[in-house]
């Protein structure tokens, strides 16, 4: 047989690339000078240096705007980028926030200026990947509620030299009651900050409900007082109730933040909240003040925490991250892949050489995380996808695989405005269990014919 002729083709490429931001601008930024690369007109560049004072900040907008700029790239550096992304956002120019890794400029030329005339090349191109960023409302309820969690992790901080103190003066009152700031723990931790020492009146203080014995409380309050450890305690007792204090005030602010974007979003109606601005009891330790999901489905426009393993602090924590416009997403795996929770595939040569998770913090995937790994028992088709999962991949592959079916059920329930519906996942799981049994039920029909 004649061997066929290999056919060979022509691309023909253009002698440069194309242009798709003629009027960009490149901008250098550091702690202490901002470097802003323009083009010239004249297939060059002028790049101008400024220090990073306010007065600087507010001269680099008027010299874009001076010179007909439209969007400026930004790397992401610390957050010295924050303050010149929210002035060019105000003056109209579009700021285009990237990654420092994607934006690397060639081995040997890192300079300021160069960085500045790099990234202006590489915007002019289009061939920068803008970061994720956003509205100004999301932003501040973002602000807000990482605020409220750093101060809750402040706070735990604060219980373990609590305990810490109690235990260097030998002091076993945790042994016996559940929880060291629970209603006798504390009074307890007060009345011995005050001067109290004597086992059989600080036992008087335990609540009736202690399934402890009379016998065990007063042997665990006998203790080797130290002034050193009692003014350790004091502290710490101290620093706790402040920062209890200050998270109270976090809340506040959160709450407001949300009637304010309801507000927003409603054109200033705001009755769908009637009977939901009274303070509540909290049931659980860490819990808000007030009721989260009214605010939360009045803003989404759907029940987030009808989801298994969404609760209402996840759903807060999460939309704070990522906002409610899903467009911003060109589809569920594209979501997904941004929230770190699909594996980063490399192929060369037709095969698959790594398929690995990128080493990447991203909170919003996190938060569905933690949601997913709460899942063991849960009594739902979530529940059993992520136990099948576990036996196969184990706690954490089945953590990450269910976190991303979370991730695409949110998705698809902003972007379509749909409620969750438990019955769709079960029709699946149905159609799985039939599916399995015809596999099965083939196999052993090859079995039954070779034997």
Same mark, same amino acid.
């Given at each position: 047989?004649?061997?066929?002729?290999?056919?060979?083709?022509?691309?023909?490429?253009?002698?440069?690339?194309?242009?798709?931001?003629?009027?960009?601008?490149?901008?250098?930024?550091?702690?202490?000078?901002?470097?802003?690369?323009?083009?010239?007109?004249?297939?060059?560049?002028?790049?101008?240096?400024?220090?990073?004072?306010?007065?600087?900040?507010? $001269?680099?907008?008027?010299?874009?705007?001076?010179?007909?700029?439209?969007?400026?790239? !930004?790397?992401?550096?610390?957050?010295?980028?924050?303050? !010149?992304?929210? +002035?060019?956002?105000?003056?109209?120019?579009?700021?285009?926030?990237?990654?420092?890794?994607?934006?690397?400029?060639?081995?040997?030329?890192?300079?300021?200026?160069?960085?500045?005339?790099?990234?202006?090349?590489?915007?002019?191109?289009?061939?920068?990947?803008?970061?994720?960023?956003?509205?100004?409302?999301?932003?501040?309820?973002?602000?807000?509620?990482?605020?409220?969690?750093?101060?809750? +992790?402040?706070?735990?901080?604060?219980?373990?030299?609590?305990?810490?103190?109690?235990?260097?003066?030998?002091?076993?009152?945790?042994?016996?009651?559940?929880?060291?700031?629970?209603?006798?723990?504390?009074?307890?931790?007060?009345?011995?900050?005050?001067? $109290?020492?004597?086992?059989?009146?600080?036992?008087? !203080?335990?609540?009736?409900?202690?399934?402890?014995?009379?016998?065990?409380?007063?042997?665990? +309050?006998?203790?080797?007082?130290?002034?050193?450890?009692?003014?350790? !305690?004091e502290q710490a007792v101290e620093n706790y109730e402040f920062l209890q204090n200050q998270i109270k005030r976090c809340e506040e602010k959160i709450q407001q933040q949300l009637l304010k974007q309801v507000a927003i979003i409603n054109e200033g109606d705001i009755t769908c909240l009637e009977g939901t601005l009274k303070k509540k009891l909290k049931a659980k330790k860490n819990q808000f003040d007030f009721a989260i999901s009214p605010y939360l489905i009045a803003i989404a426009g759907v029940d987030l925490c009808k989801i298994p393993g969404i609760s209402d602090v996840t759903a807060l924590e999460f939309i704070s991250e990522v906002g409610v416009d899903m467009s911003k997403w060109e589809s569920a795996k594209h979501f997904a892949a941004w929230l770190n929770l699909t594996p980063n595939t490399k192929i060369s040569g037709g095969k698959i050489i790594s398929s690995k998770m990128m080493k990447k913090n991203n909170k919003a995937g996190q938060y569905l995380r933690q949601a997913a790994s709460c899942l063991s028992t849960n009594k739902t088709p979530i529940g059993d996808y992520y136990r099948r999962m576990r036996a196969r991949l184990g706690g954490r592959g089945a953590a990450l695989t269910t976190a991303h079916k979370l991730s695409r059920i949110i998705y698809t329930m902003l972007l379509k405005k749909t409620e969750y519906n438990q019955g769709l996942l079960i029709e699946n799981q149905e159609k799985l269990k039939e599916e399995k049994i015809k596999k099965l039920e083939k196999q052993l029909a090859r079995l039954k014919q070779a034997a």
């Open positions: 047989m004649k061997k066929e002729k290999q056919k060979t083709g022509v691309v023909k490429m253009g002698s440069g690339l194309p242009v798709f931001n003629p009027y960009a601008a490149g901008i250098d930024i550091g702690d202490t000078l901002h470097c802003v690369a323009i083009n010239d007109g004249q297939g060059g560049h002028e790049v101008k240096t400024t220090s990073a004072f306010t007065c600087d900040l507010h $001269e680099i907008v008027d010299y874009c705007k001076n010179n007909g700029v439209t969007t400026a790239a !930004l790397e992401s550096t610390g957050v010295y980028w924050l303050a !010149l992304y929210l +002035l060019l956002e105000e003056a109209g120019i579009e700021p285009y926030l990237v990654n420092a890794k994607h934006a690397k400029n060639v081995t040997g030329r890192k300079k300021d200026d160069t960085d500045s005339i790099w990234l202006q090349k590489l915007h002019t191109c289009g061939l920068l990947q803008k970061s994720f960023q956003p509205d100004n409302e999301i932003r501040m309820l973002r602000d807000y509620t990482r605020q409220r969690k750093n101060l809750i +992790l402040l706070g735990s901080d604060s219980i373990r030299r609590m305990q810490k103190a109690l235990e260097l003066m030998n002091i076993k009152i945790h042994t016996v009651i559940s929880d060291i700031l629970g209603k006798t723990g504390i009074k307890m931790v007060k009345a011995i900050i005050a001067g $109290e020492r004597d086992p059989q009146i600080l036992c008087t !203080l335990c609540d009736p409900r202690i399934k402890a014995s009379h016998e065990e409380i007063i042997k665990s +309050l006998q203790g080797i007082w130290k002034e050193e450890y009692l003014f350790m !305690l």
